[in-house]
């Protein structure tokens, strides 16, 4: 799974989240999101990858793209409210920051059925 987000603390806190729910997971965390591609991402061939909206608006990708394009299941993190998420990105699932674990929780057992 890949974390990708411009805050430390959330890829972090996602992260631990991530380990708690889906302990056999291998996690990915963007270190350096500037540099962060979709070739990087193909690489890395996580079974889903966790996105900040913002964080991929400032690249050439948006999270249809990584789904679209790389076949991987996307998670949105986000602090828009459910309104705009909504409008935006009605087929997309997402989590709002903070993240909260029992959601997480329970879009991994909707997109990997066999995670406890």
């Known amino acids: 799974m890949a974390v990708l987000d411009d805050e430390k603390h959330v890829r972090e806190s996602t992260a631990i989240l ?3 729910y889906c302990p056999t997971a291998e996690i990915v965390l963007s270190e350096d999101p ?3 591609t ?3 991402i193909a690489r890395h061939q996580p079974e889903i990858v966790l996105v900040d909206l913002s964080y ?3 690249h050439d990708w948006s999270p249809r793209d990584l789904h679209q394009e790389l076949g991987v ?3 949105i993190i986000t602090a828009h ?3 705009t998420m ?3 990105y009605p087929d997309v699932p997402y989590l709002l920051k903070p993240i909260s674990g029992e959601a997480l929780q329970s879009l991994l057992q909707e ?3 066999q995670s406890s």
Request: proline letters at 8%; a negative charge; hydrophobic letters at 40%.
């Open 18 to 20: 991530l380990q708690r």
């Open 34 to 36: 500037a540099h962060l």
């Open 38 to 40: 979709l070739d990087f």
């Open 56 to 58: 991929g608006g400032t």
């Open 73 to 75: 299941p996307v998670i």
């Open 81 to 83: 409210d459910t309104d």
């Open 86 to 88: 909504k409008n935006l």
């Open 111 to 113: 997109l990997l059925p």
